[in-house]
């Protein structure tokens, strides 16, 4: 059995790299190397924390990074005030640049995934996506909070960018488009459903389960939130299978589930 030797000032250090050894001692006695495997989809600590409508923050933490093939670590908090336009996605990414870690906010969307569910920026390896937030009509950041693989928007109410249905009174498949506050790395989206007719319930779906496919049921005069899936273009689907209703069914987006 190897021991592994910590530590050991007779060896050189080394900037690490996917192809770095680690050192140890054989049950013979001797010495020997092996590679050290690091993992490609690595990610820990890099939460985004909303500051204010014109900054945000990605704390410490660490992840892999594809271009240089190795994890950064980001030792302390970085807050950005990015120049921001209104109703625009924005894309966080650890960046590496030499000896330098970073972070960055840019309009470009993440790459698909290399592993996993990790990703890069688009065209360039040395930044790897950490998450995305996004600006509404008065290019202000909308609030929100990040915690695990989830972001909640912290206020629904009076935020125009998260009513994603108004009053919709389809008698067949209907899409709705959550994909301006959804981002494309997620198709799982936390939604306020109100149904404000008496008498009907209405359904809902999307693309995958195929026209007329139902995932979930909304009853009659009633306010819901569920988690429900999107297709990959972060729409779904609803309609009103009876009749054409009196009332109408309302959506707003409180939050979604990503992967990075």
Not at 12 to 27: K, P
Not at 86 to 107: C, D, M, N, R
Not at 120 to 134: L, M, N, Q, V
Not at 140 to 147: K, N, P, R
């Amino acid at each position: 059995m190897a021991n592994i030797k910590y530590a050991d000032p007779s060896y050189t250090d080394t900037n690490a790299t996917d192809d770095d050894r680690v050192m140890l001692r054989t049950g013979a006695g001797g010495d020997a190397r092996a590679p050290l495997v690091q993992p490609k989809g690595y990610i820990d600590g890099l939460k985004l924390v909303y500051v204010s409508a014109t900054q945000i923050q990605v704390t410490n933490g660490a992840a892999y990074v594809p271009g240089p093939k190795r994890i950064a670590e980001l030792a302390a908090a970085v807050t950005l005030t990015p120049s921001l336009a209104a109703s625009t996605w924005y894309h966080l990414y650890l960046t590496v640049t030499g000896a330098t870690v970073g972070v960055e906010s840019v309009t470009t969307a993440p790459a698909a995934p290399y592993t996993g569910t990790a990703r890069a920026k688009t065209g360039d390896t040395s930044r790897r996506y950490i998450g995305s937030f996004r600006t509404n009509a008065s290019a202000q950041i909308i609030q929100f909070l990040h915690q695990g693989d989830h972001i909640d928007y912290l206020r629904i109410s009076g935020v125009t960018e998260l009513r994603v249905l108004a009053n919709g009174q389809s008698v067949s498949d209907a899409p709705v488009n959550c994909a301006n506050v959804v981002p494309v790395t997620s198709r799982l989206a936390l939604l306020r459903f109100v149904n404000t007719d008496t008498t009907l319930d209405c359904l809902t779906g999307l693309s995958d389960i195929g026209t007329g496919g139902i995932h979930y049921q909304l009853r009659m005069s009633s306010a819901v939130y569920a988690i429900h899936p999107l297709n990959s273009s972060q729409v779904m689907t609803y309609f009103w299978s009876v009749s054409a209703p009196t009332g109408g069914l309302f959506i707003d987006v409180a939050g979604y589930y990503y992967d990075r």
